[in-house]
T-cell receptor, first 115, second 113 residues
Framework: DQQVKQNSPSLSVQEGRISILNCDYT??????FLWYKKYPAEGPTFLIS?????DKNEDGRFTVFLNKSAKHLSLHIVPSQPGDSAVYFC??????????????FGKGTLLTVNP | SQTIHQWPATLVQPVGSPLSLECTVE??????LYWYRQAAGRGLQLLFY??????ISSEVPQNLSASRPQDRQFILSSKKLLLSDSGFYLC????????????FGPGTRLLVL
C-alpha cells in the first residue's frame, strides 16, 4: 500500500518555463510535507517543506502548494533551469512517538530541463 | 547546520560476507538518526531509526541490523550479505527544533555479488 504517490515517473520542460511536480497521499495523519532533490549517486537534498496548516510556501523559484481536502501537493519551479534536472522526491511526515517523525517517500519524478 | 558523513562511498562484497557501514554527524547534538535504502528504480525505504544512544527501532524485517554506540554515530551491519541487500544506503538526521525535516548524507552504494 503506497501512501505517497508520484504518478509521473518523468517530466520534461523547456528552460525558462514552469515545472510542476505532483504528489498524492492517502494517510490523513501526515502533517508535514517535504520535497527533496536528488542527483545520481548522491544523497537527497532538502528543498522546501510545508506544514499541513498552510496551503502555500514559497522559497525563491520553488513554491509548494498543499490541498488537504484532495490530499494533493505540488512543487512549482519557475523559471526552470537546466541545473534543476534531477529526481524529485515527495515525502510526508507523521509523528512516531516523542520527538521522532517518520518520513514516507514517493518513488520520485525525474525532471529534465532542456536548454 | 549539521554535516553527515558516510563511508565507504562504494562497496562491492561477496554473498555471505559481513557488512559494516558507518554514519557520523557533525554540527548537532542529540539527533534522531535514520538508515534508508534505495533499491534500483525505487523510492527510499526506511530501515531503522534511533532517537538516542542504544535505542534502535526497526521498520522492516530483514537481514540487517543497526547500532548507535555514540550520540552522533550510527552503524548499519549484517553478518551475512544477500544478493538482495544491494542498493544505495542513506543515513539521515533530524535535530533541534525542526525534527520534521531530515537531512541526508552522501550515501553508500553497495553491490553484493
Amino acid at each position: 500500500d503506497q501512501q505517497v504517490k508520484q504518478n509521473s515517473p518523468s517530466l520534461s520542460v523547456q528552460e525558462g518555463r514552469i515545472s510542476i511536480l505532483n504528489c498524492d497521499y492517502t494517510n490523513s495523519m501526515f502533517d508535514y510535507f517535504l520535497w527533496y532533490k536528488k542527483y545520481p549517486a548522491e544523497g537527497p537534498t532538502f528543498l522546501i517543506s510545508i506544514s499541513s496548516i498552510k496551503d502555500k510556501n514559497e522559497d525563491g523559484r520553488f513554491t509548494v502548494f498543499l490541498n488537504k481536502s484532495a490530499k494533493h501537493l505540488s512543487l512549482h519551479i519557475v523559471p526552470s533551469q537546466p541545473g534543476d534536472s534531477a529526481v524529485y522526491f515527495c515525502a510526508a511526515s507523521e509523528r512516531s512517538g516523542g520527538s521522532n517523525y517518520k518520513l514516507t517517500f514517493g518513488k520520485g519524478t525525474l525532471l529534465t530541463v532542456n536548454p | 547546520s549539521q554535516t553527515i558523513h558516510q563511508w565507504p562511498a562504494t562497496l562491492v562484497q561477496p554473498v555471505g560476507s559481513p557488512l559494516s557501514l558507518e554514519c557520523t554527524v557533525e554540527g548537532t547534538s542529540n539527533p534522531n538518526l535514520y538508515w534508508y535504502r534505495q533499491a534500483a528504480g525505487r523510492g527510499l525505504q526506511l530501515l531503522f531509526y534511533s532517537v538516542g544512544i542504544g535505542q534502535i527501532s526497526s521498520e522492516v524485517p530483514q537481514n540487517l541490523s543497526a547500532s548507535r554506540p555514540q550520540d552522533r554515530q550510527f552503524i548499519l551491519s549484517s553478518k551475512k550479505l544477500l544478493l538482495s541487500d544491494s542498493g544505495f544506503y542513506l543515513c539521515a538526521c533530524s535535530a533541534g527544533g525542526q525534527q520534521e525535516t531530515q537531512y541526508f548524507g552522501p550515501g553508500t552504494r553497495l553491490l553484493v555479488l
